[in-house]
């Protein structure tokens, strides 16, 4: 993708990052519900 020019690429890249951002989004909540699980069973 980042050979290709025009509006393609911004558009690609853009996904990626969201992508990226989604991914640790979920992590983040994932390891905050894990947290949550652990201190209920503790």
């Known amino acids: 993708m980042i050979y290709q020019t025009g509006f ?3 558009y690609a890249s853009g ?3 969201n992508s990226i951002n989604n991914v640790r ?6 390891k905050l519900c894990l947290n949550r699980l ?3 069973s503790a």
């Open 8 to 10: 393609v690429t911004p």
């Open 15 to 17: 996904e990626v990052l």
């Open 25 to 30: 989004v979920a992590a983040q909540f994932f």
């Open 38 to 40: 652990q201190i209920c």
